[in-house]
Each structure stands twice: as structure tokens, then as C-alpha cells.
């Protein structure tokens, strides 16, 4: 059967940020170029993952090194035109070494957050898929999930970024209590903490949510995809210009900066699923 279009937390953001954005990610699809930091942040979230594979007294730092070689293989695979997106001289470039070296000192800083010898993730990269009453299908992976043996429930997130000054806590929450929400319908247990780590400075961020909470934030998504229905109809996704559009690959195709979009393609009938990158924020 073919899966119909869902939100997804990087989506939902997209269009929070900049309904055009959205538009030209989940609707043309329009391809990005991946930036160094997107993509170590990517290699990172891949040793983690692989991190746990290993048995519990082997879960050191020394380990997590080791593994940055053969999950970088692992992208390159998967991903032929990668190193060539990422650096002008391919394989040979010599910057490439100490771009994945660059990938040690956040390792590093996982290690002094939190001792993975002493954890046992029930799910690593699980996807959380569900309908809410209002038939909003909500959909995403979320990095690691922890259950106590009383069955309190832990969202580990890991940010490769550094930690959010507090007015942007909110913004940075958003995506926690999504996959909160997820799981509440999933489950039916509302996720006794949410922890974001921050491995650029070291910094975690924690949050604990409640239902009453979760369940107005689930009037807030449905009120997001409301928004992005109505654009869908038209084709009206207007732009936000602001400052993130120095960052933006799609500025060039945008009115706001003196460009024009492609002609717009009409509601897809096929998701746009949240890439490796998308993940990896």
C-alpha cells in the first residue's frame, strides 16, 4: 500500500521557518548540497548507533574512534558522490583527514556525558509512526530510546551543534516532544524525560513532559498541517526571508531575493521521507 504524506519534525520546522522552504524540500525536492559540518554531524550519529552494537565493556572512547573509519566507508557507500559534494579533491583532498578527525573531539564529549556501558537502548534510529485523532499521520526516527525496568520511558537526542541559548529552548524542544507525542499515541505512556546532548560544548538539555502539555502541542501540529494543506491546494507557499536565508541552498529560486521557483508540481501523492542529514540536526 502507498504511504501517504506524514510530518515529520524537520518538515514541520521547515515550515515554521519558511512555508517556501518546505515547499522546495518536501514537495519539489529540489537536491541540497550537503555542508561538512551536516555531514560529520551524520558520521557522529552513525558511530553512536553502531556504538551499542558492541558489548557493554567495550563501549569506550578508544572504540568509538575506531569505528569513525568504517561508518565513514559505510556514507561513502551509500552515497558514491559524497566525498566529491563534500571536498574539491575527492579522496586525495587533504583536507579530508582532518575533517574526520574533527568527528573525534564530539565523540569525546559523549563520552563525558553519559557512560554507554551502563546503558542498553531498547531501539536505536526507531521510527515512530502514527496517526492522531484529527488524521494527522505523524512520522520521524528518533536517535534512541531507553526504557527503565519500570517502564519509564527516556527520548535521547543527540545534537552535534552546541546547546541552544534559553530563548531558543523551545525551538529545540520542538522536535522532543514530537517524537513525545509519537510515542503517547504509540504506547500510551507519556516519556518521563526528554534529553537533548549537545556534544559541540558538552551540554545536555532535559525536559519532562506531561500529557495536558503533549496533547496541546498535538493542536499545534494539526494547526501546522492545516497550514501546509491549504498551501498545498494553491501552491502558495510564501517565503519567510529572515536570517537563516544566508544559509539557504535554495535562495537563488526565491522571490523574496529576486528569484523564481520552478513551476509548482501539485500535492505529492508519495512522502518525502526525513533524510540521514535531516536526522543528524
Not at 552546541?162 to 516519556?191: D, I, N, T
Amino acid at each position: 500500500m502507498t504511504r501517504r504524506p506524514a510530518l515529520s519534525p524537520s518538515r514541520a520546522g521547515d515550515f515554521k521557518q519558511c512555508p517556501l522552504l518546505y515547499r522546495f524540500r518536501a514537495i519539489d525536492r529540489l537536491p541540497e548540497r550537503p555542508t561538512r559540518a551536516q555531514v560529520r554531524g551524520t558520521l557522529v550519529h552513525v558511530v553512536l548507533e553502531r556504538l551499542f552494537d558492541l558489548p557493554a565493556a567495550e563501549r569506550v572512547p578508544s572504540a568509538a574512534h575506531a569505528l569513525v573509519a568504517p561508518c565513514w566507508a559505510q556514507l561513502r557507500a551509500e552515497d558514491p558522490e559524497l566525498v566529491g559534494a563534500l571536498f574539491d579533491g575527492g579522496e586525495d583532498d587533504p583536507e579530508l583527514v582532518g575533517w574526520l578527525e574533527s568527528a573525534g573531539p564530539l565523540l569525546d564529549a559523549y563520552f563525558r556525558l553519559e557512560d554507554p556501558r551502563r546503558l542498553e537502548p531498547q531501539a536505536r534510529e526507531l521510527l515512530v509512526e502514527t496517526e492522531v485523532a484529527s488524521g494527522l499521520l505523524l512520522r520521524g526516527y528518533l536517535d534512541r530510546l531507553d526504557v527503565a525496568p519500570g517502564g519509564e520511558l527516556r527520548v535521547v537526542d543527540y545534537k552535534t551543534g552546541a546547546a541552544p541559548r534559553p530563548v531558543a529552548e523551545a525551538r529545540a524542544l520542538f522536535q522532543m516532544k514530537f517524537y513525545a507525542l509519537a510515542l503517547l499515541h504509540l504506547r500510551g505512556v507519556v516519556p518521563t524525560q526528554l534529553r537533548l546532548l549537545y556534544l559541540a560544548d558538552g551540554e545536555s538539555l532535559t525536559y519532562e513532559p506531561d500529557e495536558e502539555e503533549l496533547r496541546r502541542f498535538e493542536r499545534t501540529l494539526d494547526a501546522i498541517w492545516a497550514a501546509v494543506l491549504t498551501a498545498g491546494e494553491t501552491g502558495d507557499f510564501r517565503p519567510n526571508p529572515g536570517r537563516m536565508c544566508d544559509w539557504c541552498s535554495h535562495r537563488a529560486l526565491c522571490p523574496a531575493w529576486d528569484g523564481t521557483p520552478p513551476p509548482y508540481p501539485g500535492w505529492p501523492t508519495v512522502p518525502a521521507d526525513e533524510t540521514l542529514l535531516d536526522r543528524a540536526d
